[in-house]
C-alpha cells in the first residue's frame, strides 16, 4: 500500500487578468466635466495675476483687522448680534408657523393631488430664491428694517421647512395612520394623532436645524442693510475701519459657532432622547479609552492616540 | 419648555421691532412693485447674459478648485484617516472657524482686497466650499467600515497608502456626489455675493435694484429661478444614480 502522496503543486497556469470593463460613458463624462471646467477657467474675465500679491495684502489687512481687534466695540457688537439673532428666531418662528399647515397639506395620503402638487410648487420657488433676493424685493414694501430681515427668512424658511415636514410626514410608518382611519377618525384626527407623533422629533429636529441656518441668513442680510451685525460689518468695511471689523468678525464666527453647538446638542437630545453635551462626552470617551488602555495597553495603541480631540 | 419658546419668540418680536402698520400703509407701493414684477421686459434678456454667464463660471471654478483642495483636507480631517490627534484638532479647528463665516462677508471683505469682480467672488466661494465639504466628507470617512484601512495597515502599508487604498474608492461616491451638491449651493450664491460687488448676477441685481427697475429685476431673478432648478434637477438624478 504505497503511502498517499502529496499532490504536486498545480504548474500555475499564466492566465490573463480578466480586462477592465471600458466604462466609455464615464469617461465622456470626465471629459466633459473637464472641458467645462477649463473653459470656465478660460471665459471668466479674471486677471490671475492678480493672485500673486493677494497673499501679501491678505496678511496686512488680517493684520489690521485682528492686531488688535478693537475690543471697546464689543458690547456694540453683542447688541448688534442680538438684534441678528432675534430676527433669525422671529423669522423661523414665523416660517415655522406658516410651513407647518401648509406641509402637511403637502402631504401625500392627507391631502388631494390637487392641493399637493401647488404647494410643493410653491416650496420649491421659495427655496430656489435666494433670502436675500427676497428681501430686495420686500424693500420697496417695509423698508431696510430689521422687520423686513425677519420676514425675508420667514419666507425663506417656509421653503426649506414646509419641504422636509412633507417628507418626514410621508416617512411615517402606515400603521398608526391605518389605525386611526379605521377607527374612524377625521382626517384632522389622523393627523393629530396618527401622523405628528411619529414624525415630531424628526421634525422639531428640522425647526432647531432651520434657526442654524437662519442666523446665518440674518447676518447675510445685514449685509444689504437690514440691520443688526451685518450692517454693523458693512458699515465698517464700507469706511475701512479694520479693527472694528476685525472684532465684528470675531463675535460672528463665536455666536455662530455657539449657536450651532448648543441646537445641534438639543437636536441630538430631541432624536435619541439622551443628552450629549459636546465637551464633557469628549472628556468622558477620552477618560474611558484610558482606562482601557491601562488594561490592555499594546491592542489599544493605535486608537489612543487618535482620541485626542473631541 | 414652552413658556421658555414663548418668551424667546416675544423678545425677538421685541427686538425685531414688528410693524405690522407699515406693512399695510406701503401696500399699495408694494401693488406697483408686484405689478412691475410680473412683467419682466425680456428685451434686457441681452444684457443679463454676460453676468450669467459669469455666475455660472464662477460657480463652476470656485466649485473645481474648492473640491480638489478639500479632499486631502477633509482626510486630515477625520478621525479615521489622521492617526496625528494635534493635527487632527489644528484642521478641524481652522475649518470650523471658516465654515462659519458666511460667503457673503468672505465677498464683501474679497472685494476692498482685490476689487470688484469676479476674483473676488471666486475666492469667497472657494472659501465657501471648503468649509462645506471638508465637513461632509470628513463625516462620511468617519462612518466608513474601517475593516479595509486595518488590513492596508497590518500588511505594512503606510497612513498615507492605507487611506489611498481603502479609504478613498469608499468615500468617492459620496465625495462625487457632494460635490454637485455644492456646484448647487455655488450657483446659488454666486447669484447673491454680487450684490456686494463680487461680479455675476448679484451686480446686476444691485444696479437695477438701485434704479427701482423691477421689470429688469424680475427677469433676472426669472433667470436665476431658471438656473436653480434645472440644476437642482440634473444634480437629483446624478445623485440619485450615484447613491444607487
Known amino acids: 500500500m504505497s503511502a498517499p502522496t502529496l499532490a504536486a503543486p498545480r504548474p500555475t497556469t499564466t492566465q490573463d487578468r480578466p480586462r477592465k470593463p471600458a466604462h466609455v460613458g464615464r469617461k465622456v463624462l470626465w471629459l466633459v466635466v473637464v472641458a467645462v471646467v477649463v473653459a470656465a477657467f478660460w471665459g471668466v474675465d479674471i486677471s490671475w495675476d492678480a493672485l500673486w500679491d493677494m497673499p501679501g495684502k491678505l496678511w496686512h489687512y488680517l493684520g489690521l483687522m485682528f492686531l488688535p481687534p478693537a475690543w471697546s466695540q464689543l458690547p456694540a457688537a453683542l447688541s448688534a448680534t442680538m438684534l441678528s439673532v432675534a430676527m433669525a428666531w422671529f423669522g423661523t418662528a414665523l416660517g415655522v408657523v406658516i410651513s407647518f399647515p401648509l406641509s402637511l397639506l403637502a402631504t401625500r395620503g392627507l391631502a388631494p393631488v390637487a392641493v399637493r402638487w401647488p404647494l410643493r410648487a410653491v416650496f420649491a420657488l421659495l427655496r430656489a430664491v435666494p433670502e436675500v433676493v427676497i428681501a430686495v424685493l420686500m424693500l420697496s414694501v417695509t423698508g431696510l428694517t430689521a422687520f423686513t430681515g425677519a420676514l425675508a427668512i420667514a419666507i425663506g424658511s417656509v421653503g426649506t421647512l414646509g419641504k422636509w415636514g412633507y417628507e418626514a410626514f410621508e416617512a411615517v410608518d402606515g400603521g398608526a395612520t391605518e389605525a386611526a382611519t379605521a377607527a374612524g377618525a377625521s382626517r384632522a384626527q389622523v393627523m393629530r394623532w396618527g401622523v405628528w407623533p411619529n414624525a415630531a422629533p424628526e421634525v422639531l429636529a428640522f425647526w432647531l436645524y432651520r434657526f442654524e441656518i437662519s442666523v446665518r441668513a440674518s447676518a447675510i442680510l445685514g449685509l444689504i442693510g437690514a440691520g443688526g451685525i451685518g450692517k454693523m460689518l458693512v458699515d465698517n468695511i464700507q469706511f475701512r475701519v479694520w479693527d472694528v471689523v476685525g472684532i465684528l468678525m470675531l463675535v460672528v464666527v463665536v455666536v455662530t459657532m455657539l449657536i450651532d453647538q448648543i441646537s445641534g446638542t438639543v437636536r441630538h437630545r430631541i432624536i435619541t432622547g439622551r443628552w450629549e453635551v459636546p465637551v464633557v462626552t469628549a472628556l468622558r470617551r477620552r477618560s474611558v479609552r484610558a482606562a482601557r488602555l491601562e488594561a490592555s495597553p499594546s491592542v489599544l495603541e493605535d486608537e489612543s492616540r487618535d482620541g485626542t480631540v473631541g | ?244
Not at chain 2, 70 to 85: C, E, I, K, M, Y
Open chain 2, 1 to 244: 419648555m414652552l413658556a421658555v419658546l414663548v418668551a424667546i419668540t416675544a423678545w425677538a418680536w421685541v427686538a425685531v421691532d414688528v410693524d405690522l402698520g407699515a406693512l399695510a400703509r406701503n401696500f399699495s407701493n408694494a401693488q406697483n412693485t408686484l405689478v412691475q414684477l410680473f412683467q419682466p421686459d425680456y428685451s434686457f434678456f441681452g444684457e443679463t447674459l454676460q453676468p450669467l454667464l459669469e455666475t455660472v463660471q464662477m460657480a463652476v471654478i470656485g466649485t473645481a478648485v474648492g473640491c480638489a483642495v478639500s479632499l486631502p483636507l477633509s482626510f486630515l480631517a477625520s478621525r479615521a484617516t489622521n492617526p496625528n490627534g494635534p493635527l487632527l484638532g489644528f484642521v478641524r479647528t481652522v475649518m470650523n472657524v471658516v465654515r462659519s463665516i458666511p460667503d457673503l462677508l468672505y465677498a464683501s471683505i474679497f472685494v476692498t482686497v482685490v476689487g470688484t469682480g469676479a476674483l473676488s467672488g471666486v475666492l469667497s466661494l472657494f472659501l465657501f466650499n471648503l468649509g462645506i465639504m471638508v465637513k461632509l466628507v470628513s463625516e462620511a470617512l468617519d462612518g466608513v467600515d474601517r475593516g479595509g484601512q486595518e488590513a492596508a495597515l497590518a500588511s505594512g502599508a503606510t497612513w498615507l497608502q492605507a487611506d489611498r487604498a481603502a479609504m478613498l474608492p469608499e468615500v468617492a461616491p459620496q465625495y462625487v456626489s457632494q460635490t454637485i451638491y455644492v456646484l448647487e449651493l455655488n450657483i446659488r450664491a454666486s447669484t447673491v455675493i454680487g450684490l456686494v460687488g463680487a461680479g455675476g448676477l448679484g451686480m446686476l441685481i444691485d444696479r437695477v435694484r438701485t434704479f427701482y427697475q423691477y421689470h429688469y429685476l424680475s427677469l433676472v431673478i426669472l433667470e436665476i429661478l431658471v438656473l436653480v432648478l434645472l440644476l437642482e434637477l440634473l444634480s437629483s438624478a446624478a445623485r440619485k444614480r450615484l447613491v444607487r
